[in-house]
């Protein structure tokens, strides 16, 4: 009897999650612990497993939404019968006022009679919102790609097989006054979700700047002594503020409506913008890393993901956050606050500038980091005091390592 492929729950409070791309066709043979389709969930996009070996029969869902539980494929022996599985879904449309919008746009031209197969229809391509997105990151012209979904709909394995290339040129055209609609993904919906909820939330903000002459006189030697690893300043980060989240342990807590979890161990969370969106993997345990074993750890996580590759466990228990946009140029910056974390350090690029040192002026490497602290954790001297600290290690590496 075949066995039902049903959408798996990948964390705790997940209660759907959304098929993007399935990873293997119907009749290709599938390995019991193979990749088998991707999901995007609230926290993240990945490859899920299959729990079984045979072939896949049938896929129940090829794309969209699903509560946990559903079956959405059929695996079993070749020519294997499946019970008959209910009609996909066709793309959801809502009423805006008196307009309906698709998946693809918005007008306000009556509906017409569905044409032939093709991707386009009176001038607007049908595509899918994943298809368009990977078109736009790929420099892919999406109106040169023969669709090969439902009514020759553009959908993503189309974009995928693709070269990219350039969009012909033409004159520019009049606005017709159709808007794209884009629907959010799961994982947009999380971030907008938490940056509200951090918005909500009472927050001071403290700065300081600190002389980078020692530590990246350390970079440039640890990179000499482990030419296997790329050493950066963001992992010296990671480090020190690890070690002064030991010595200011009230920091390194998370706040809940009626406690605050202080955690043994500093798990510290990187900013990455990725493909899917702004994401936050975790380092864990940093204290107990060396400096090398932590540009590892943070060249793998961040990794996996630009390429869509975390999984939820990668992004849980973090208990400080850092976000650097210093390789962007921005000298200076706050960070939202990322609940249910305390604190959250913006590092900024590092530049030269005059400093004053024994009666003279120099000029020195100064990198200006911004700290964002809830008040319902942690007090104005408490934050001070940490961030004291990490001006103090930053500046003398070898007091933290």
Not at 3 to 20: A, W
Not at 284 to 289: D, K
Request: proline letters at 7%; hydrophobic letters at 45%; a negative charge.
């Amino acid at each position: 009897m075949a066995s039902e492929v049903k959408l798996p729950r990948l964390g705790q409070g997940m209660e759907s999650g959304t098929v993007t791309k399935w990873l293997k066709n119907e009749g290709d043979a599938v390995e019991k612990g193979e990749p088998l389709y991707e999901i995007d969930t609230d926290k993240v996009t990945q490859e899920v497993e299959s729990d079984f070996a045979g072939v896949l029969l049938k896929i129940a869902l090829r794309e969209g939404e699903a509560p946990v539980g559903q079956t959405i494929a059929y695996i079993g022996e070749a020519g294997e019968e499946v019970a008959a599985s209910e009609p996909e879904p066709a793309p959801e449309t809502e009423k805006v006022s008196d307009t309906t919008v698709s998946d693809t746009t918005v007008s306000d031209t009556p509906a017409e009679a569905p044409p032939a197969p093709s991707s386009a229809s009176n001038g607007r391509i049908k595509a899918s919102p994943l298809a368009r997105r990977l078109a736009r990151e790929r420099g892919i012209d999406i109106a040169t790609l023969q669709g090969t979904g439902p009514d020759g709909r553009v959908i993503a394995k189309d974009v995928e097989g693709a070269e990219a290339r350039p969009a012909p040129a033409a004159p520019a055209a009049v606005p017709t006054g159709d808007v794209e609609s884009i629907p959010l993904t799961n994982i947009r919906k999380t971030i907008a979700r938490r940056l509200t909820a951090a918005w909500q939330a009472p927050v001071f903000q403290l700065t300081v700047t600190a002389d980078m002459t020692r530590a990246n006189e350390l970079v440039s030697r640890a990179r000499e002594l482990n030419p296997d690893v790329r050493i950066t300043v963001t992992d010296l980060l990671v480090k020190v503020c690890a070690q002064a989240l030991m010595r200011h342990r009230n920091v390194n807590v998370q706040y809940a409506e009626d406690a605050l979890l202080r955690f043994p161990t500093a798990n510290v969370g990187i900013a990455v913008a990725a493909p899917q969106g702004l994401v936050v993997p975790v380092v864990r345990s940093v204290e107990r890393l060396s400096l090398a074993e932590v540009a590892a750890a943070r060249g793998d996580i961040v990794a996996r993901a630009r390429d869509n590759k975390l999984t939820t466990q990668d992004l849980e228990d973090g208990t400080f956050t850092i976000s650097n946009l210093g390789m962007f140029g921005i000298e200076q910056f706050v960070a939202v606050l990322n609940p249910p974390q305390a604190a959250i350090l913006a590092v900024g690029a590092t530049v030269d500038m005059p400093v004053a040192r024994d009666g003279a002026v120099e000029i020195r490497p100064v990198l200006t980091m911004t700290l964002t602290v809830d008040h319902r954790a942690v007090d104005g001297a408490e934050g001070a005091d940490f961030l004291r600290t990490v001006k103090q290690f930053v500046e003398d590496p070898a007091l933290a390592l």
